[in-house]
């Protein structure tokens, strides 16, 4: 497993990876835009080919790429829906001309006079048909969240249940974040936690479409459906989950990415020592 940072897009791709570079990932993530606005300005070619040889030369992998907050595809209100499966095409279409190796997507909450079977139905819809419309290699992932209300992917029956029903299973696959497992009631502290998560996990939907981690720590309690990072080993899963999370998964995913707060200069150097050491 190889690791790095969430890198701001604030002086574009080019600025996020020299950021990556100074702080000595392996791998990286970035948004395509803010997350909370719809507008995105692509970078320019030439951005594009300088991210490219940069990447090569640091030999960071893989590239995973975060679509914004505000797009729901089990949404049933038709603007909103149609709004969001034109972003998801093209986040994936600049994933490719950046050469990202994922795309990862939040599932989306179904309307209030739908139910969850309806809402998982119209993710699978706009999946199959963006995919069906775009070539390429980039892999979309599905990325389980906290829960609550009527939030889809909190539990592994309802990511599979997506899977089950896109056609092109190729291109679809799992960004796990433990803070949002954790808040959303999978044991992540302890031990047999940990091995009943993962049991469970390769049971229902198979270890081997796990491709990336987001590794934040809890702010709040097992079963809060509250999305809240803190740093590593200083929230409610503690470093000893992470350590032996690590160990069992260190041979079977690509990546794990920090998505910690960044409440001071060398926050992001000291969640990222953590993960290395605990790899060792």
Not at 114 to 133: C, K, P
Not at 168 to 196: E, M, P, Q, V, W
Request: net charge positive.
């Amino acid at each position: 497993m190889r690791f790095g940072v969430h890198c701001s897009l604030r002086k574009g791709v080019v600025g996020a990876i020299n950021e990556a570079q100074r702080l000595g990932c392996e791998t990286m993530q970035i948004f395509t835009r803010s997350p909370r606005v719809w507008k995105m300005v692509p970078p320019s070619s030439d951005e594009i080919s300088v991210f490219k040889e940069l990447r090569k030369k640091i030999n960071l992998n893989p590239l995973v790429v975060h679509a914004p907050y505000l797009p729901n595809l089990a949404t049933f209100v038709t603007t909103l829906y149609i709004k969001s499966k034109n972003l998801l095409r093209d986040d994936l279409i600049l994933s490719e001309k950046l050469g990202a190796e994922y795309l990862v997507i939040h599932p989306g909450s179904y309307s209030e006079n739908a139910n969850a079977r309806q809402g998982i139905s119209n993710i699978a819809d706009a999946i199959n048909e963006v995919l069906a419309g775009t070539d390429g290699k980039t892999m979309i992932l599905l990325e389980n969240v906290a829960g609550g209300g009527r939030r889809l992917g909190s539990t592994f029956q309802e990511l599979r249940e997506i899977i089950e029903l896109v056609k092109n299973k190729k291109r679809l696959g799992i960004c796990f974040d433990t803070a949002h497992a954790f808040a959303s009631g999978y044991d992540l502290k302890t031990r047999k936690g940990i091995d009943d998560t993962l049991k469970e996990f390769d049971s229902v939907i198979g270890l081997g479409k796990l491709k990336v981690i987001h590794f934040n720590d809890s702010l709040v309690p097992r079963y809060s459906k509250k999305d809240r990072h803190e740093h590593i080993g200083k929230g409610h899963i503690g470093s000893d989950g992470f350590k032996y999370l690590i160990k069992c998964l260190k041979n079977k995913v690509e990546a794990g990415i920090l998505e910690t707060p960044k409440d001071s200069d060398n926050a992001d150097s000291e969640n990222l020592s953590n993960l290395f050491n605990w790899r060792n």
